[in-house]
């Protein structure tokens, strides 16, 4: 490699001083001057450099380089391939650019300049063999268990038997006297036992939406057999819990101003971290021991969906092999209803309770609040079936987009919608033609059934085999737990092969398919793939699929 050498070198040496400067003179008359004997080192290497790549080629232009360029080897090559426009050694020497990086020589022999460019681009390439990475298949996600709080039941097969024969969960609010609001109903839960699942002074002091939280989240444990044997097995840096929630612990946070108005030493201890979001996934990682991922995601009411995403795309990218995810929200108190009546947001049809969420019905006049959680197992595939677990479904994938319109008011040409409906079948590998199952999120809005419809119909067209319904129509609206039950919803649609009804669809909006919608009664359904949607306030859009196992 001799020929590299005496030729790379000193070519090294002028492109790296390149750098220091963009224009040159040939014509520069100034000299350089000579360093004092107190030179530092790097001075003096400097200067050592200037003068072998004098020697090395003095009087050469450019084609000199170019006849020697053969013996030069490819490192060469690439070298001056990566520069665009340069000038012989002696030129740039004669700018006396070489030493200008010498504060004090700059400002006593400034640089002539000729406006000639000298360099550009003068990073060197190196010929190397890009490594790429091997192939590796991407990791499948499964549904190994389930757990829901809601107001037609505690159990998983008891909530989807009463959807599946078209029970209403909603009446009149027990839960504080409301006779002052013009919405007086609600799908309220009743009663929930404790028992085994929270200890008696821990529920008394924490806000429902967590109590809720924690319930579900044990109950989708027991539900996928991870029992104290399996648990104990378990790798619980790898396990995680994503559980979100719209409203958080709204009761105990206003508990704690109505105790401040007496004294602050009247207020609960515990009424920061147990308004907060995050702590439900927290106390339930603590009480699991496990230590994964885990979070809280907060998006309204697409809070579920996005919790449920997330918590994939976790075990997807092997940062996790068991995630507990959804949603959970209770804000059936004063101030949640008087916030929801001031949005003009709620039903009024306190006359007849379980006629009043009629998504895409004429007649609807707004939501009617619920409360509850929905908690999902997500495993990846070769971790549940090492241990042999029972599986429900398979999570393909999803996506989130934004309106970036309004508040509370859908987009009025559905971009967004549609956005996030596309998005999420390209990233779940899903065709329209296989999706033959809807769970929308249509909450009895005039507006937002209708831009969803609409939406539905320009991604799927009118498909006489697409079946769509509203879990909402008997639950109302959980509001952050939403789009986790009715991800239950979905999957439970998958197993058991029955699709629930929509009811008190009596007078559909003028200009729908009707053929699309679900009837009144139960329809047996062979689901090849599902998708859930779930939108939020602030225009947060999401749509998750489901599919059987295969």
Known sequence: ????SSLSSPLCTWLV??????????????????????ASNRSRRRKAATAAALKCNSNSKYNNYSSGMSGAGSSLQGLMSSCLAFE???????????????????????????????AVAVQPTKEVETKKKPHTKQK???VTGMGVVSPLGHEIDVFYNNLLEGVSGISQIEAFECAQFPTRIAGEIKSISTDGWVSPKLARRMDKFMLYMLIAGKKALADGGISEDVMDGLNKTKCGVLIG????????????IEALRISYKKVNPFSVPFATTNMGSAMLAMDLGWMGPNYSISTACATGNFCILNAANHIIRGEADVMLCGGSDSAIIPIGLGGFVACR??????????????????????????????????????HAKKRGANIYAEFLGGSFTCDAYHM??????????????????????????????????????????????????????HNSGLRVNSTKSMIGHLLGASGAVEAIAAVQAIKTGWVHPNINLENPEQGMDTSVLVGPKKERLDIKAALSNSFG?????SSIIFAPFK
């Open 17 to 38: 001083a390149a750098c220091m400067t963009v224009t040159c003179s040939k014509e520069s008359k100034h000299a350089l001057s000579p360093p004092s004997s107190t």
């Open 140 to 142: 499948r996600v499964v």
């Open 408 to 461: 509370t008011e859908p987009r009025p040409d559905g971009a967004g919608v549609i956005l996030c409906i596309e998005k999420a079948l390209a990233q779940s590998g899903v065709s329209k033609e296989d999706v033959n199952y809807i769970n929308a999120h249509a909450t009895s809005t005039p507006a937002g059934d209708l831009k969803e419809y609409q939406a539905l119909m320009h991604c799927f067209g």
């Open 345 to 382: 947001a709620l039903s009024q049809r306190n006359d007849d309770p379980t006629k009043a969420s009629r998504p895409w019905d004429m007649n609807r006049d707004g939501f009617v609040m619920g409360e509850g959680a929905g908690v999902l197992l997500l495993e990846e595939l070769e």
């Open 245 to 256: 929630s719209a409203m958080g612990g709204m009761k105990v946070f206003n508990d704690a």
């Open 88 to 118: 012989p050694c002696s030129h740039y020497y004669a700018s006396n650019g070489l030493l200008r990086s010498n504060r004090k020589l700059r400002r006593l022999h400034p640089p002539a300049l000729s406006g000639q460019a000298m």
């Open 537 to 541: 306030f602030g225009g947060h859009n």
């Open 1 to 4: 490699m001799t020929g590299s």
